[in-house]
């Protein structure tokens, strides 16, 4: 079996284009950060804000995907492309 070997600046890049990515999605459903932040049982903005930009290393975690995903009705797999 062949081991992974994605290192933390490999992974950082990862989160810094799933953030990208959601953020270009929400934009083009014309969804503000509070309001997606709000259809996904958030009460503040700042998990969105700042998994977009990747800030001080927060990022979203599988379960934030799968409810974005279906608040903007695409596919997961398109915030890894």
Avoid: P, W
């Avoid at 933390?8 to 999605?25: L, P």
């Avoid at 700042?50 to 279906?70: G, P, R, W």
């Amino acid at each position: 079996m062949k081991e992974c070997s994605i290192d933390d600046e490999k992974m950082d890049e990862i989160y810094r284009q799933i953030g990208r990515n959601v953020a270009k999605y929400r934009k083009q459903k014309g969804l503000t950060q509070l309001e997606l932040s709000l259809a996904i049982n958030h009460k503040s903005v700042g998990t969105i804000s700042m998994a977009e930009i990747y800030h001080n290393k927060k990022h979203f975690n599988i379960k934030h995907l799968v409810k974005i995903s279906d608040v903007l009705d695409i596919n997961i797999c398109k915030f890894f492309t």
